[in-house]
């Protein structure tokens, strides 16, 4: 993406995932996403300086490819389109032809976590933690979507989840929230609207951003499936209304805000930064699904940008990543280079006036290694299966990552992490044996064809540091 000015500043944006079904009856329209039924807000968030422009708007634009049967274990192979479709607990080795779906049980075999125990299993205090038990994740985004409690619950009868109770608040709700409840998931549905607050009525329905709410909760909670997920959805698409709703999960409590949203950068980045300073707040956000370029939130320094590789995994044995072509990624025109990025080497770094270089760490973002979501369409009598990609789906996973780490931070008397890039840049990405233990270091792959768009040994800007090794990670957070 090439220098924003004030003049363009109207470029539109997408919540950051491709999605691929055809030939089942959708709502979902093609690039551009579903219309909104409303009008965009113009109001303006607190906190806003008035010279902060608010005529930004995030569209949602969807990629379709081939088909995929309604149920996940209908996908057999050989076939021209092969999946992970084992049942839960189960890594059995697969070959894909072309594209690769998997499910939450092989995601989490690939990336290091443990098996999800048997319904009724007692669990010890160390396993209720790396589930993310007494944690929260904020998921943010535009629009509501109806159906996203049940949707849910499919979801997780057919990968062996753990169920969700769900709380919807109003305008007369207290924040900060109560603490999440130990050992259990609970959805909470929150109402945003333009000035930090809570609303007592729903935003507007919106085909393309339903796909963006339904992905992010469901793999959010598939990472840290007793952790508490918030879900607040702000009253359109505009930059105002979203950047209001994280203002609201700043009210909540602490916890990992998951925005999978972006915009190009311009230079009116600083005047929205704000909100993405409060005390035990960890703010993630994708970093673009259209190859090297600059997008906000994730260029902001205070906000772990997250970007995507393409995930090679047998069932067995180690992962492989590479860097997928359209992970976002690059160095700020307008922002300077944060005092963690100086603890390791980035590619290009200029000697003179260093810039913040996105993204900071990647996970499995390419629609050709995609994950399954499960979705309602508003009007329909059933749902369907679906194989989503983009760094939308990253950025809810390292949300569930932070969660896990900060419950096996509380079971050892340490506080949230908050901000944690100083802890993955110095403690982990500066440490030579830290790092090569912690995160897997993708060295191939590009996202176009500049001098720095190509993966590499360390640091680079296509995938940051790596994508995570969960269990070595999560010690050397927890000993941060």
């Not at 096996?408 to 008397?413: N, T």
Request: proline share 6%.
């Amino acid at each position: 993406m090439s220098k924003q000015t004030d003049t363009c500043i109207k470029n539109v944006a997408t919540p950051l995932m491709f999605l691929f079904t055809v030939g089942l009856p959708l709502t979902l329209q093609g690039c551009g996403g579903g219309a909104a039924t409303t009008s965009a807000s113009t109001s303006t968030s607190a906190n806003l300086s008035a010279d902060a422009p608010t005529n930004i708007e995030l569209k949602p634009t969807y990629q379709f490819t081939a088909a995929l049967p309604n149920d996940p274990n209908e996908v057999q192979h050989p076939s021209t389109f092969t999946a992970a479709d084992k049942a839960p607990g189960s890594t059995t080795a697969f070959a894909a032809t072309s594209t690769t779906i998997f499910n939450p049980a092989q995601i989490r075999a690939a990336y290091g976590l443990p098996a999800i125990p048997a319904a009724g299993t007692k669990l010890t205090a160390a396993q209720l933690a790396s589930l993310g038990s007494g944690q929260t994740i904020y998921i943010v985004d535009a629009y509501h979507d109806p159906n996203v409690a049940t949707d849910l619950a499919i979801f997780n009868a057919k990968f062996g989840l753990p169920s969700c109770t769900t709380t919807v608040l109003n305008s007369a709700s207290k924040l900060p929230l109560a603490a999440p409840t130990a050992g259990a998931c609970n959805l909470t549905v929150a109402y945003a609207n333009t000035a930090n607050g809570l609303s007592s009525t729903p935003p507007a329905y919106n085909s393309g951003w339903q796909g963006e709410i339904a992905l992010d909760v469901e793999w959010a909670h598939a990472i840290a499936p007793l952790a508490r997920i918030v879900l607040i959805e702000g009253q359109d698409a505009m930059i105002t209304s979203l950047y209001s709703a994280v203002g609201v999960a700043n009210k909540m409590g602490a916890g990992a805000v998951s925005m999978s949203f972006g915009a190009n950068e311009g230079s009116w980045v600083s005047f929205y930064d704000a909100n993405f300073g409060a005390a035990g707040m960890t703010y993630l956000a994708a970093s673009g699904d259209n190859g090297a370029g600059v997008s906000w939130p994730a260029v902001s320094s205070k906000v772990l940008s997250v970007g995507g590789t393409s995930l090679s995994y047998s069932g067995s044995g180690a992962r492989s990543e590479t860097a997928w072509s359209g992970s976002g990624g690059g160095v700020s025109a307008y922002l300077a280079m944060p005092a963690y990025q100086n603890y390791v080497s980035i590619p290009g770094k200029s000697a003179t006036k260093p810039m913040r270089t996105v993204p900071d760490i990647s996970f499995n973002s390419n629609p050709s290694t995609g994950q399954y979501m499960y979705m309602t369409p508003q009007g329909s009598s059933t749902g369907y299966w679906y194989g989503v990609g983009g760094t939308s789906i990253a950025a809810p996973q390292w949300a569930g990552l932070i969660a896990i780490s900060n419950a096996q931070r509380a079971l050892a008397g340490k506080a949230v992490l908050g901000q944690v890039q100083t802890a993955l840049y110095k403690n982990i990405g500066a440490v030579a044996t830290t790092y090569a233990a912690s995160l897997l270091d993708v060295k191939s792959g590009s996202d176009g064809t500049c001098a720095y768009c190509y993966a590499r040994a360390g640091y680079d800007q296509v995938t940051g540091l790596g994508t995570p090794n969960s269990a070595p990670m999560l010690t050397a957070l927890a000993a941060y």
